[in-house]
């Protein structure tokens, strides 16, 4: 079976820190894909990124990085000199391909993110 | 704009009533999923659609029923409603599905549901 775990629940944090969103994934699928989605408080999904299980490769984009690491099976997500606008709750999600693939994605309960000014 | 478009945005019920949700997929998507978003739950995979055909369900009551529409367009029934019904209903589409489906899903803005 497939499972996708965020450990924190909320995190609080002061502008301009740096955070860190954890993310524990579980497959026994060599082929999947994994995510992060931000549900700001309108509500929305508000896809982030995608990596598949091939390319192990960190990724940057302005001030969010992605570290994905298969030994350990974890897809962690950095927000670099956090803002109040990062405020949301962020999902990490995961979709495997195997002998049921169905293509569902899968998501983590999310991780509150509280910025302060 | 994600170009899936949800309707109704808010929606107040009473127990035992029965509602229709309606989402319209991004133009060119095939596959139309539901999700539900509830607190205590999270964000919980209902059921999929891949042109016009059921193609995977995950943990959907059997109250409730979907379809999808020769236009792709997708509605999820809801019925005899029950308090704990009470959540965020997200529809998403995606190109493709099954082993095609790379996962770029891309949400609706999701239609609120409260059941009093």
């Known amino acids: 079976a497939q499972k996708v775990t965020q450990a924190q629940t909320e995190i609080s944090v002061v502008e301009k820190e740096d955070v860190t969103l954890d993310c524990v994934y579980e497959?026994?699928?060599?082929?999947?894909?994994l995510f992060w989605y931000k549900q700001p408080p309108s509500g929305e999904l508000v896809f982030l990124i995608r990596?598949?299980?091939?390319?192990?490769q960190n990724e940057i984009s302005g001030r969010y990085s992605w570290n994905f690491q298969k030994s350990t099976s974890s897809f962690n997500f950095t927000i670099t000199a956090s803002q109040v606008v990062d405020s949301a709750v962020y999902f990490c999600a995961l979709i495997s391909y195997g002998s049921s693939n169905t293509g569902k994605l899968i998501f983590g309960q999310g991780t509150t993110l509280q910025v302060k000014p | 704009d994600s170009g899936v478009t949800q309707t109704p945005k808010h929606l107040i019920t009473a127990t035992g009533q029965r509602v229709t949700l309606r989402c319209s997929p991004r133009?060119?998507?095939?596959?139309v999923y539901w999700y539900q978003q509830s607190l205590d739950q999270g964000l919980q995979f209902l059921i999929q659609y891949y042109n016009g055909e059921e193609r995977a369900k995950g943990n959907i009551l059997e109250r409730f029923s979907a379809q999808q529409f020769p236009d792709l367009h997708s509605e999820l029934n809801l019925s005899s409603l029950e308090l704990g019904d009470s959540a965020l209903y997200f529809c998403?589409?995606?190109?493709?599905?099954?082993?095609?489906?790379?996962?770029?899903?891309?949400f609706g803005e999701g239609s609120r549901l409260t059941v009093l």
């Open positions: 133009s060119g998507d095939l596959s």
């Open positions: 990596r598949n299980s091939f390319d192990e």
């Open positions: 497959t026994r699928d060599t082929t999947y894909y």
């Open positions: 998403a589409s995606s190109v493709a599905g099954g082993t095609a489906n790379t996962g770029e899903l891309f």
